[in-house]
């Protein structure tokens, strides 16, 4: 059955029916990302929250991580609303935050879907045990494919890829149910060994690998034109891995592909901020991942002083003050998501029963 699908809202109803301007009800969201801190063990050179060209993580202090009292108090309320899963993401490593375990295992047992992107340095111990036994997947970002490699990408020592590897092969051994999966972020300087990274992460047995191209750029067509002297390439690689590697228990998604040159959108009200939002590690609740510590356009307000639970309940009108046709004009995760809502919500009800 598929992991990726555009279509997984299609499955919670009673959220779609709440989503417009005109809708009285306001639901919980489904999943929410967390940004426990904004600190790395890692620096990598094209990190999309330190790369002054890309307005994703704009306005981040590397200071900022959520207080342990506060992240208490948003996990209770979490369970408490019912939200169904939380996925750990960066601002900085989400292992580096120190009461991570702790986190999911509440969550978890409050009946929460936990996940955690990670760069896997850290991923050992009792986290690791956390989220082998209770996690819904964890996926571990890469890039390099040895030792020197990874310590130039990353500005980390030769020995961390050798460890990362470790305790990939380690997690799997732990037996539990978690779907350990790989990002493997494709630029000009790895791109001759897209193949030989996935037979090698195959061999330590990750579950699958979802290769995709770095952003280095707001722009669309700046982005294609990084690309274009490796494009070729690289997809003649993702191609053949995809023959030579896909089997049953190793799944490969390609997603190595051009970006669309404008990213315009036609729609004037964002449904997936009420679907995904993201509290960041300043106490701030964004809009969505793309619009994550962008102070001037994608703060829905802080919850420094108000629970996460009344912030969200109160004051539906906050939802709707990013227009996204004239403030989303740069890369949008969600946008094809976004499109099919509202498509499904302009359906005309008198002609609905003409299936
Ligand atoms: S970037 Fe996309 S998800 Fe974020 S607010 Fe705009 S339309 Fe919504």
């Excluded at 809708?23 to 600190?39: D, G, Q, V």
């Excluded at 047995?205 to 690309?227: A, L, M, Q, T, W």
């Excluded at 995904?276 to 793309?290: E, H, N, T």
């Amino acid at each position: 059955m598929q992991l990726y699908t555009n279509l997984k809202i299609f499955h919670y109803q009673h959220k779609l029916d709440s989503l417009p301007p005109e809708s009285e009800r306001t639901e919980a969201p489904l999943h929410i990302r967390i940004k426990p801190t904004n600190a790395c063990n890692h620096s990598c050179s094209y990190c999309a929250y330190r790369n002054p060209n890309l307005q994703l993580g704009q306005d981040m202090s590397i200071a900022d991580r959520i207080p342990a009292t506060k992240m208490k108090e948003i996990v209770d309320d979490c369970i408490d609303m019912d939200v169904k899963a939380v996925t750990f993401s960066g601002g900085g490593e989400p292992l580096c935050y120190p009461q991570l375990a702790t986190t999911a295992r509440t969550l978890a047992e409050g009946g929460v879907s936990i996940a955690t992107l990670t760069n896997g340095g850290l991923l050992h111990g009792e986290v690791a045990e956390v989220f082998s036994s209770m996690g819904t997947w964890i996926r571990i970002s890469m890039d390099g494919w040895d030792g020197p490699s990874y310590s130039r990408f990353r500005s980390v020592d030769e020995n961390e890829f050798s460890k990362i590897m470790n305790n990939i092969e380690n997690f799997k051994k732990l037996n539990g149910k978690c779907f350990l999966g790989i990002s493997y972020v494709i630029n000009r300087d790895n791109a001759d060994h897209v193949f030989e990274m996935g037979q090698k992460l195959k061999d330590v047995g990750v579950d699958s690998i979802k290769f995709s191209g770095c952003v280095v750029s707001n722009d669309g067509h700046e982005n294609n034109r990084y690309h274009a002297p490796v494009f070729g390439r690289i997809k003649e690689q993702t191609q053949r891995a995809k023959e030579e590697l896909q089997s049953d228990g190793f799944e490969i998604f390609d997603a190595y592909h051009e970006l669309d040159e404008k990213f315009d959108k036609s729609y004037q009200w964002c449904p997936y901020q009420q679907i995904l939002p993201i509290i960041a590690a300043d106490q701030r609740v964004y809009s969505c991942q793309d619009k994550a510590y962008n102070l001037d356009c994608g703060v829905l307000g802080s919850i420094k002083d108000v629970r996460f639970k009344d912030f969200w309940f109160n004051n539906r009108d906050k939802f709707f003050k990013i227009n996204p046709s004239k403030d989303c004009n740069h890369h949008c995760v969600s946008n094809n998501k976004n499109m099919l809502i509202h498509d499904y919500l302009n359906a005309n009800p008198d002609h609905l029963p003409f299936v």
